[in-house]
C-alpha cells in the first residue's frame, strides 16, 4: 500500500484499510525491540522533533525510541506551562523549529486543533501525539494492535471503554478506529461525563457498568482526572470507584479471555485497584510495548523510509 | 445638495421610489418622487442606486479608550462609514469601563471632533461590569449615554439585574442585556453538542443563553421596564421572547448577521475567526432566527462588531478571544439574507434603521423631510469580494473574508456631509 499521507493528525482521517496496514506492519517492526541490536537504519538522516506542551512520559518516551530504533536523530522539546497568551504563540514556535529542517513533528499540546493547524501549515510531517480532547491516534493504533495481537482479529469484539469520555481523546480515537475496524463499542460513565451529542456517536451507551462487563473482550479504564474533581463531575472517588472502578469483583465476571486495558498513567485506588491492574487479564503493559512498534511504523510510513526493515 | 434618479426607501412610511432628495443644512429639504423636474448642476447622480437612510448598528464595540491597537473610535467609524452605518451604539467594555460620565464625556468628545458617524455610547449598568453596584447612570445619562449594559457579562444575580432594571428605567434608559450563565458556558468556546465533542472542544449549551434570557423576560414583566436582549442565538431563547411578547411584556431583541447567515459548521477547522460569544449555533437555530426576522419577533439586526489584533486571533481556538467585526459587512449582509431567504429588503431594513432608533429612542432611520441627512447610495447589482485589504477596521477578524457580495456601498452621507465613497 503507497500511504498517502503527509500527517497523522486523527484516526478520523484513517480507512479501514489503512488502519489495518498499519497493524500489520507493527508486527515486523516489533520483532526488531526484540533483537539484541534493536536498531535498524532505516531513518538515517532524518530529524524528528517532539514537542511536548503538556505532560507526558510514556508517549514521549515510546515516540523516541521508536525514532532512535529507526536511527532517525530525535530532538526533544518540552514546555512547562501550556499557556501562550503571552509570549511566543504556538505556530511561531513551530515555525522556528521548522527552520532547522525537521523531516517530522511530533507534537502533544493541549488544546483541540494545533497539530491539524500545524500539517496544514509546515511542509514537515506531522504527528499528533494528542490534542486537548480532540484526538490520540497513535494509542487507539496500539489498543487496536494489542487487541489484535490478542484476539486475532477486531471484527465483532465488544469492547467497553470505561470512566471520562467527555474529556478522553483516548476515547474518541478509539471509537473512531474500533467501530471502523468492525468492533462494537459501549461507553460506560455517569451522564456528567458524557460527552455532549454522544447519542450520534458510533457506540453504545451505558451509565452502568455492571450489566456491561459479562459480555465484553475488552475493558479499557480511563484515567480519572484529578482536576475534574475540582469541577464537581462526581462527588467523590469513593462513589466514583464504587460504581465505575473496576475491582475484583468486577473482574471475576468477565467472560473467559476477556482483557483489561488502560492507557496510563493508572491511579490504583481510584479508576482501578492493584488486583485489577495486576491481574493476568491485564494486558496494560503489552499496550505499553506495542506502543512502540506502532510509533516506529508510522514515523516509518510518514517519512516514507526505505522499503527494507531488515 | 441633490440626490437624483435612485430609489428612495423610507422605512418610516414603507415606502420605495424613484425620485430626487434635496438636502439643506444638514437636514432633509425634501423628497420628490418621479423628481423635482429640471437638470441641475452638482447633483449627485443616483440613477439605478437604492438610497437608504443611514444604518443604526445597536451593538458596537470600538475598543476605545483602553484598547485601541484594536480599533478606535475613528477607524471603527471609517467602517461603519464604508458599510453604510451613520450611527452606532458602542458598548461599555473598555478600560476604563464607561460607567461614569468621565469617560462617556470622552467618547463623546473625540466623537464629535473626529468620528466620521454618529457615535451613540451605552454606559455600564454596573460599575465596572462587575456585577455587584449600580453605575452612575443619571450623570451618564447628562452626559450622553443612549442606554445601558453590561455586555460581555450578564448581571448574575437576578436581584441586582432587578435594581438595576427598575433603576434605569428612572431615567428612561434602555436596558440591553447579554444573556450568559458564566458557570453553564464554564471553559466553553463554541456551540455544545455533537460537533464539539467531535472537535474536542469545549461547549457553550445553548441554555446557557437561555436561562438568562427566560430570567430577564421574567424580571422584565414583573417590573414592568422594557428590556432589549441583544445578539439572540437559539430557538429556545426566540421562543421565550415571542411567547412573553404575547403575554403583554415589553421585550425586543436583535440578531446579528454572522447568526443568521453562518452555523456551526463554520468551526469546524479551528478558525478562531468564527469564535464569538454568543457561538454560531446549529442550521434548526439559524432557521429559526430567519423565521423570527420574519414575523418581526426579531426586531433589530446589530453587527456585536468586536475587534482583535490578529496575534490575539492567531493562539488556539481555546485561547483566542471571543468576537468577530461586522461593520463594514453589515449592509451587504442584509442584502444577502434578502437575494438568499426570500425577505423583503424594506423589513429588513426596518430592522437596521427605524427599529433600533426607536428601541434607543433616537433620532435618525427615516427619509422624511425635516430628518437628519443621513444618507446611504448603495448600488444593489454590484458583485465584490472582500479582501483584507479592503477592511477599514484595524482588526480583520471576519470569517466573512473571501466571501463573494452582491451590493455595494457606494457613498454615505452624515448629516448632508459625505463622508464615504467607493
Not at chain 1, 491516534?137 to 467527555?166: C, H, W
Not at chain 2, 489584533?309 to 461593520?327: S, Y
Request: charged share 25%.
Amino acid at each position: 500500500m503507497k500511504w498517502a499521507h503527509k500527517d497523522l493528525i486523527g484516526i478520523q482521517e484513517l480507512t479501514a484499510g489503512e488502519i489495518g496496514h498499519i497493524l500489520d506492519m507493527a508486527s515486523s517492526f516489533k520483532e526488531i525491540s526484540k533483537r539484541d541490536i534493536k536498531k535498524v537504519p532505516t531513518l538515517r538522516g532524518k530529524t524528528v522533533v517532539l514537542l511536548f506542551y503538556e505532560a507526558s512520559t510514556r508517549t514521549r518516551l515510546s515516540f523516541e525510541i521508536a525514532a532512535k530504533r529507526l536511527s532517525a536523530d530525535t530532538t526533544a522539546l518540552s514546555q512547562a506551562g501550556s499557556s501562550f497568551s503571552k509570549g511566543e504563540t504556538i505556530m511561531d514556535a513551530a515555525s522556528n523549529v521548522m527552520a532547522m529542517a525537521p523531516d517530522c513533528i511530533v507534537i502533544r499540546y493541549p488544546h483541540a486543533g494545533i497539530p491539524r493547524k500545524m500539517a496544514e501549515f509546515l511542509p514537515c510531517s506531522v504527528i499528533n501525539a494528542g490534542d486537548g480532547y480532540h484526538e490520540h491516534p497513535t494509542q487507539a493504533l496500539l489498543d487496536m494492535y494489542s487487541l489484535k495481537e490478542r484476539f486475532g482479529s477486531l471484527k465483532g469484539l465488544n469492547v467497553a471503554i470505561v470512566g471520562d469520555i467527555m474529556h478522553s481523546r483516548v476515547a474518541r480515537s478509539n471509537v473512531y478506529g474500533l467501530t471502523r475496524m468492525g468492533a462494537r463499542v459501549t461507553l460506560v460513565a455517569p451522564k456528567t461525563l458524557l460527552p455532549p451529542g454522544v447519542e450520534t456517536w458510533n457506540a453504545r451507551v451505558s451509565t452502568e457498568l455492571d450489566p456491561v462487563i459479562p459480555s465484553a473482550d475488552a475493558v479499557m479504564m480511563l484515567r480519572v482526572q484529578m482536576e475534574r474533581l475540582n469541577e464537581r463531575f462526581f462527588p467523590d472517588i469513593r462513589e466514583y470507584s464504587t460504581f465505575y472502578g473496576l475491582n475484583r469483583k468486577r473482574v471475576e465476571a468477565m467472560k473467559d479471555g476477556a482483557v483489561i486495558m488502560h492507557p496510563g498513567p493508572m491511579n490504583r485506588g481510584v479508576e482501578i485497584t492493584h488486583d485489577a491492574a495486576d491481574s493476568a487479564r491485564s494486558i496494560i503493559l503489552d499496550q505499553v510495548e506495542n506502543g512502540v512498534a506502532i510509533r516506529m511504523t508510522l514515523l516509518y510510513l510518514s517519512l516514507g523510509g526505505a522499503a527494507n526493515v531488515d | 445638495m441633490w440626490i437624483n434618479g435612485g430609489t428612495i426607501f423610507d422605512p418610516s412610511s414603507g415606502t420605495a421610489r424613484v425620485g430626487d432628495i434635496q438636502v439643506k443644512d444638514g437636514l432633509i429639504e425634501g423628497v420628490h418622487p418621479g423628481g423635482a423636474g429640471g437638470a441641475r448642476a452638482g447633483a449627485v447622480d443616483a440613477k439605478g442606486l437604492w438610497v437608504l437612510p443611514g444604518l443604526i448598528d445597536m451593538h458596537v464595540h470600538l475598543r476605545d479608550p483602553g484598547f485601541e491597537y484594536k480599533e478606535d473610535i475613528v477607524s471603527g467609524s471609517r467602517a461603519a462609514a464604508a458599510g453604510g452605518v451613520t450611527a452606532m451604539a458602542c458598548m461599555p467594555n473598555t478600560d476604563p469601563v464607561n460607567d461614569n460620565p468621565s469617560v462617556t464625556r470622552y467618547i463623546v468628545q473625540k466623537a464629535a471632533e473626529r468620528a466620521l458617524v454618529r457615535v451613540l455610547p451605552v454606559g455600564a449598568l454596573t460599575k465596572g461590569l462587575k456585577g455587584t453596584e449600580l453605575a452612575e447612570m443619571g450623570l451618564m445619562k447628562e452626559a450622553g449615554i443612549v442606554a445601558v449594559s453590561d455586555d460581555g457579562k450578564s448581571v448574575e444575580s437576578a436581584a441586582m439585574m432587578r435594581r438595576a432594571l427598575e433603576y434605569a428605567a428612572t431615567f428612561g434608559l434602555p436596558v440591553i442585556t447579554h444573556c450568559q450563565d458564566r458557570g453553564l458556558s464554564g471553559e466553553g468556546v463554541m456551540n455544545e453538542g455533537s460537533l464539539s465533542s467531535r472537535l474536542g472542544l469545549g461547549g457553550i449549551p445553548a441554555a446557557c443563553e437561555d436561562v438568562v434570557v427566560a430570567r430577564d423576560v421574567l424580571l422584565s414583566g414583573y417590573t414592568g421596564v422594557p428590556v432589549h436582549i441583544t445578539h439572540l442565538s437559539t430557538k429556545t431563547g426566540l421562543d421565550i421572547v415571542r411567547q412573553a411578547r404575547k403575554s403583554g411584556v415589553k421585550v425586543t431583541c436583535d440578531a446579528t448577521p454572522h447568526h443568521l447567515l453562518l452555523t456551526e459548521e463554520r468551526t469546524g477547522g479551528y478558525d478562531t475567526d468564527a469564535k464569538m460569544y454568543p457561538p454560531l449555533r446549529t442550521e434548526e437555530d439559524r432557521r429559526a432566527l430567519l423565521k423570527g426576522l420574519k414575523s418581526g419577533v426579531i426586531d433589530c439586526i446589530a453587527t456585536d462588531h468586536a475587534p482583535h489584533a490578529k496575534d490575539e486571533k492567531d493562539l488556539d481556538f481555546d485561547l483566542a478571544p471571543f468576537g468577530i467585526i461586522g461593520l463594514q459587512t453589515l449592509l451587504p449582509a442584509l442584502m444577502l439574507l434578502h437575494r438568499e431567504h426570500a425577505l423583503d429588503f424594506m423589513d429588513l431594513l426596518k430592522k437596521v434603521t427605524v427599529n433600533p432608533a426607536g428601541i434607543l429612542k433616537v433620532e435618525g432611520g427615516t427619509l422624511s423631510p425635516g430628518a437628519r441627512a443621513d444618507i446611504v447610495l448603495f448600488d444593489p447589482g454590484k458583485e465584490w469580494v472582500l479582501n483584507e485589504g479592503a477592511v477599514l477596521s484595524k482588526s480583520k477578524n471576519t470569517p466573512f473574508l473571501g466571501m463573494k457580495f452582491t451590493g455595494m456601498v457606494v457613498r454615505t452621507i452624515v448629516a448632508g456631509r459625505t463622508v464615504f465613497a467607493a
